[in-house]
């Protein structure tokens, strides 16, 4: 029996404006399983990105409860969640966000001396995520001397290479072109099933959802469908 | 440590254009400090010479409690044996000169005019080495008996010039009136009004022989340095307990050590207002400039990284700002130094003197310490509030901005 990565029950969430709670997400109820990959799909607007950020434990929940690994992280300390942040959770963005001044190699690396890694240890492993994602010869250039695919590559590269339990991705193939799209998710693939990492997309492509083995439809804050095993 | 190093040092780079306006700021600041350090320190040093160099000596050696005291006749508390004092004193061994003077009052005539002044009796022979700071500026120094330098004031008044010829009154030890005729060697400008109106110097030997006594009055003293006074009051206390050592500044308080307090206390109202400057300066560029990296640290923070951690790297890159704005204000400093100030700064008189000096820049290693500290200091506490402001953001608000 696969282990639980999240148990999330009547989970709200509502932002304030001009001291009115707007609502986005309406009590969500989800059970995730280590190793999973998965889809959250539906209109802009929906509240996708919030889940997100509530599952990656960079934003709190207004209501409900969030379970991580067994864990109750509702209401857990900033310390407490930049740790688990650091060694369980590796986010992906849109936008890349990767330090123009350090190198691929650095922005690789960037995070695994603080995970205890030796200098040579973090520069294998950062090595070996460029070369599961096709950069090992890009690895001296700045980000500023890729394309805008090969930069989404590192921003992968730099989530994925401290080996984290789940990776959070939001449209992480909307700058690719379709080969490179595929070779990422091919990477996404290969990680989970030798490292059991957990793949939580929110994406409108509907190739990156094909290999989804479940699929989240949100709409007005709530899920449309449940995501059911395929 | 060394990967908070690493990567604020390569921060510094990221916008060439914006850490080039921000070094700029930073390294005029610098200089600015630098360049009024050295001159204030010139300027003090300048104040020092003429003090110590023009009239009082590195200090003055009287007989004990006599200094600051009043008395109806005070020679008869004058040292009688100054051979045997003066040999004491000289066995201090940062003591290189030893001074006998006599200070009297007497009346100066020139035809039918006299006017009262206050004589010294001096050993040319032995002070015109040191005391180079009279400026004579008409006829030359004191250099034996029966011959007087007057003070410009004092020889404006009387209508006098090198050369001429003044009968100097005054009263003996015993009360007798004495007087002698002596001829103008030369007159002399200090630029301190209260001592070129009054003072005249003759020598000890006239002195002496006006005054009918034996005695001197006290010892001026050539020293190893100003840095070395503390030594060499402890000697001479050691050495003759009956006599009491006064540094200059303490005897030129009025002049020297309360012109230094005023430099002093002006040059840290003004080492604050260019702090200010600095770091209002920057700023702006600090501030702009982490608001573009807002997603970036979304970003990490997201992945991990902590408040603390970005805290540390984000005030070391403008330490490390400062620092290298420092170094370029120190260069542009000594550059300046060593070109349009080689020859000196023209200062008009200062309060209380009536002469113009040339002043020339005194950098001293502290001010180096300093012109690189303070800007860095600068440049770290303007970054503490756009820091800490844009740390306190949360991770999504953080990662909305583009």
């Given at each position: 029996m696969e282990s639980s990565l999240y148990s999330a029950r009547h989970l709200e969430y509502a932002y304030d404006w001009n001291g009115k709670a707007v609502p986005v997400l309406r009590g969500l109820d989800l059970d995730l399983e280590a190793g999973c990959f998965c889809c959250i799909v539906g209109p802009s607007g929906t509240?996708?990105?919030?889940?997100?950020?509530?599952?990656?434990?960079?934003?709190?929940?207004?209501?409900?409860?969030?379970?991580?690994?067994?864990?109750?992280?509702?209401?857990?300390?900033?310390?407490?969640?930049?740790?688990?942040?650091?060694?369980?959770?590796?986010?992906?963005?849109?936008?890349?966000?990767l330090i123009p001044t350090?190198?691929?190699?650095?922005?690789?690396?960037?995070?695994l001396p603080l995970l205890g890694h030796s200098p040579e240890s973090s520069r294998k492993i950062a090595m070996e995520t460029l070369?599961?994602?096709?950069?090992?010869?890009?690895?001296?250039?700045?980000?500023?001397?890729?394309?805008?695919?090969?930069?989404?590559?590192?921003?992968?590269?730099?989530?994925?290479?401290?080996?984290?339990?789940?990776?959070?991705?939001?449209?992480?193939?909307?700058?690719?072109?379709?080969?490179?799209?595929?070779?990422?998710?091919?990477?996404?693939?290969?990680?989970?099933?030798?490292?059991?990492?957990?793949?939580?997309?929110?994406?409108?492509?509907?190739?990156?959802?094909?290999?989804?083995?479940?699929?989240?439809?949100?709409?007005?804050?709530?899920?449309?469908?449940?995501?059911?095993?395929? | 440590m060394r990967a908070i190093f690493?990567?604020?040092?390569?921060?510094?780079?990221?916008?060439?254009?914006?850490?080039?306006?921000?070094?700029?700021?930073?390294?005029?600041?610098?200089?600015?400090?630098?360049?009024?350090?050295?001159f204030n320190s010139g300027l003090m040093n300048q104040y020092r010479e003429n003090t110590v160099r023009g009239y009082y000596g590195y200090g003055q050696v009287f007989p004990k409690d006599y200094f600051g005291s009043v008395y109806e006749k005070p020679w008869e508390h004058w040292i009688v044996n100054p051979t045997e004092m003066e040999a004491k004193i000289k066995s201090v061994p940062q003591v290189k000169e030893v001074f006998p003077r006599i200070g009297f009052y007497a009346f100066v005539v020139r035809g039918g005019l006299t006017l009262g002044g206050k004589g010294e009796g001096i050993v040319p022979e032995r002070e015109n080495s040191f005391f180079t700071q009279k400026n004579i500026v008409d006829g030359r120094d004191l250099e034996g008996p029966d011959e007087i330098i007057l003070g410009k004031g004092l020889a404006d008044a009387l209508g006098v010039k090198a050369d001429d010829t003044v009968t100097v009154l005054t009263q003996t030890v015993h009360g007798q009136l004495n007087g002698a005729d002596m001829k103008v060697a030369g007159i002399f400008h200090m630029g301190i009004k209260s001592i070129d109106d009054q003072f005249f110097r003759v020598s000890l030997e006239s002195a002496q022989q006006l005054l009918d006594t034996n005695k001197i009055e006290m010892f001026s003293l050539s020293t190893t340095g100003v840095e070395d006074w503390p030594k060499v009051r402890d000697g001479i206390v050691k050495a003759a307990p009956d006599l009491e050592p006064i540094s200059f500044d303490v005897l030129d308080k009025v002049y020297y050590q309360n012109s230094v307090d005023f430099l002093n206390a002006q040059f840290n109202v003004i080492r604050t207002i260019i702090l200010f400057?600095?770091?209002?300066?920057?700023?702006?560029?600090?501030?702009?400039?982490?608001?573009?990296r807002a997603g970036e640290v979304g970003a990490l923070r997201a992945n991990g990284e902590t408040r603390s951690r970005l805290f540390r790297v984000l005030l070391l890159e403008n330490a490390f700002l400062g620092f290298l704005g420092g170094i370029l204000g120190i260069v542009i400093a000594v550059i300046l130094?060593?070109?349009?100030?080689?020859?000196?700064?023209?200062?008009?008189?200062?309060?209380?003197?009536?002469?113009?000096?040339?002043?020339?820049?005194?950098?001293?290693?502290?001010?180096?310490?300093?012109?690189?500290?303070?800007?860095?200091?600068?440049?770290?506490?303007?970054?503490?509030?756009?820091?800490?402001?844009?740390?306190?953001?949360?991770?999504?608000?953080?990662?909305?901005?583009?």
């Open positions: 509240g996708k990105t919030t889940l997100l950020n509530l599952l990656g434990l960079i934003d709190s929940p207004t209501k409900g409860q969030l379970l991580f690994c067994g864990e109750d992280l509702t209401k857990a300390t900033e310390s407490k969640r930049e740790q688990i942040r650091l060694q369980n959770v590796g986010f992906i963005f849109q936008a890349f966000h350090l190198s691929v190699l650095e922005n690789t690396s960037y995070f070369d599961l994602l096709g950069l090992k010869d890009h690895w001296n250039k700045k980000p500023l001397e890729l394309s805008g695919g090969q930069r989404q590559r590192v921003a992968v590269a730099r989530a994925i290479a401290k080996r984290p339990a789940v990776v959070l991705a939001d449209e992480p193939t909307a700058n690719l072109d379709s080969e490179t799209a595929e070779r990422m998710i091919g990477a996404f693939k290969e990680l989970q099933s030798s490292s059991k990492t957990s793949f939580i997309f929110s994406t409108h492509d509907a190739h990156l959802v094909s290999y989804a083995k479940k699929i989240y439809r949100m709409k007005d804050g709530r899920f449309e469908t449940e995501g059911g095993d395929r | 690493l990567l604020a040092w390569k921060n510094l780079f990221r916008n060439v254009r914006r850490t080039s306006a921000s070094l700029i700021t930073v390294a005029f600041g610098s200089a600015g400090l630098l360049i009024y350090q050295g400057i600095v770091a209002l300066g920057i700023f702006n560029t600090i501030a702009v400039g982490l608001l573009e130094d060593y070109t349009i100030m080689m020859k000196g700064i023209p200062m008009p008189p200062a309060p209380g003197i009536t002469r113009s000096y040339l002043i020339y820049l005194q950098i001293q290693p502290e001010h180096y310490v300093q012109a690189l500290l303070l800007p860095m200091l600068a440049a770290v506490v303007a970054s503490i509030l756009p820091v800490r402001k844009l740390l306190s953001r949360s991770i999504p608000d953080l990662l909305r901005s583009v």
